[in-house]
């Protein structure tokens, strides 16, 4: 599924909105203070999927890490 039409199903069902609003959320905020800036730019820039997972493997290693993925999971399944 490409991007754009996984983005219209999500507009489509409500989740689109949810994860928008996990967005704004102190648990993103406390996630992104604790992932390192410059693996994140680094991650950013790169086309490298190795990258891109370490710094997800770094996000997932904090609490509010943990938090947001389950709130998100939440949203994508009870959407």
Do not use: F, I, W, Y
Request: glycine residues 6%.
């Amino acid at each position: 599924m490409d991007l754009m039409r996984m983005r219209q199903e999500m507009e489509r069902s409500g989740k689109l909105q949810q994860v928008e609003k996990l967005a704004g959320s102190e648990d993103v905020a406390a996630a992104v203070q604790a992932l390192d800036p410059v693996a994140l730019a680094q991650a950013k820039n790169s086309k490298d999927p190795a990258v891109m997972k370490a710094v997800l493997e770094q996000l997932l290693s904090t609490d509010a890490g943990k938090r947001l993925a389950e709130k998100v999971k939440a949203a994508m399944e009870h959407g």
